[in-house]
């Protein structure tokens, strides 16, 4: 194997599959970027739960397929000025020469390195590639951090009607992303790990494309986009009817200014010590909506904001993180809250937003 090619555009693609490389001590070739090149460069990695497939442009003198340390190459070739790198196998080993540098990185044998599948491009929807980011960003935190339940450990994507909604809960909270202009004939549903969205989302932040392509099979998402194709496992189970648990009606609503509500939740974090739990005040006869929180630690405080309010007097409490996490994915200025009655779920979204709906659900004390 030999070929040159621009150090930007090489360590850019190692530095993608660096971040899918596995840890398995059982299986060293996992921790490695594959070099195969035929009748063009293709960067390969994988961690057994998902892997990627990135072509660099390059200059091909000789084809061949190399494995080596993802973490020695990325090191390797941030350390190198040169603008211009040339890459060749000498015995079995990788020669990353480039301005009178000459580095030898030793190989791992290829012959484990585990099939990524059989891209099938043209087969999936395409949707706008930031479209599809802030779609996974505008819910992804409301998804539960362990896999105990993979279903609540999974970002729910289902792509019906011209549109993609992005959905993921723990059960303490939900968050549902709508993303319209979807075109194409697949219609599907499927739950991406959490993780697995994460380093989706990492991979699409750094590529300039416009859109993306995805498509499904029983049980694996490819993402195809500008010369990089992501896959990963997808979750066999069943997302909850989360429609079913949306209230339909809404006792109490409150209409305020989203910055009003965030700095009101700022400083009842400061007082509400290790619980994090904020009291919610609603009286709309007397035109007050307030917030208390205190600690036996610090104090306590109580702070009042102006807000249109409709409905019946209440009182009910959450955690302040449930309420905070979803404003800065709220595009308007104005909020709408929307009580279902003590006990019951609040759901929060953007008075000039109707594309996002939050849900929390209160505490019982």
């Not at 909604?165 to 059960?171: G, K, L, P, R, Y």
Request: proline letters at 4%; charged letters at 25%.
């Amino acid at each position: 194997m030999k070929i040159t090619t621009i150090k930007e555009k090489i360590l850019n693609a190692v530095l993608l599959a660096e971040r899918i490389t596995g840890k398995k001590e059982s299986l060293p070739v996992l921790s490695c970027v594959l070099f195969n090149v035929k009748n063009e460069l293709t960067i390969l990695a994988t961690n057994l739960e998902a892997g990627i497939e990135v072509v660099v442009p390059c200059e091909i003198n000789e084809g061949g397929v190399i494995a080596v340390s993802a973490t020695v190459l990325s090191q390797t070739l941030r350390s190198i000025s040169g603008e211009k790198i040339i890459l060749r196998s000498e015995e079995g080993n990788l020669i990353v020469e480039s301005r009178g540098t000459k580095t030898l990185i030793k190989a791992t044998p290829y012959e484990e390195f585990p099939a990524l599948g059989v891209a099938k491009v043209g087969k999936g929807v395409r949707v706008a590639r930031k479209e599809l980011i802030w779609g996974i960003q505008s819910v992804s935190y409301a998804a539960s951090p362990s896999m105990i339940r993979p279903e609540l450990g999974s970002v729910y994507v289902s792509i019906k009607q011209g549109a993609i909604v992005c959905v993921a809960t723990d059960s303490f909270r939900l968050a549902e992303k709508t993303i319209p202009g979807v075109t194409g004939t697949q219609s599907t549903e499927l739950l991406i790990p959490l993780k697995h969205a994460l380093e989706l989302v990492h991979v699409l932040e750094r590529i300039d494309a416009v859109e993306v392509e995805l498509s499904t099979d029983d049980s694996q998402m490819s993402v195809f986009v500008d010369g990089v194709r992501y896959i990963s496992r997808i979750v066999d189970g069943t997302f909850p009817n989360y429609k079913e648990i949306l209230p339909k009606k809404f006792t109490t609503e409150a209409t305020l200014l989203k910055g009003d509500f965030s700095e009101m939740l700022k400083k009842a974090r400061v007082f509400s010590g290790n619980d994090q739990h904020v009291g919610l005040h609603v009286y709309p006869k007397r035109k007050i909506f307030s917030a208390t929180a205190r600690s036996a630690e610090v104090g306590e405080m109580s702070d009042s904001v102006d807000a249109a309010l409709t409905g019946e007097d209440l009182d009910i409490n959450f955690h302040i993180g449930y309420l905070a996490d979803c404003l800065s994915v709220i595009g308007s200025d104005s909020i709408k809250l929307g009580f279902s009655g003590a006990g019951k779920p609040l759901v929060i979204s953007g008075v000039s937003d109707a594309s996002f709906t939050y849900l929390v659900m209160p505490l019982n004390r």
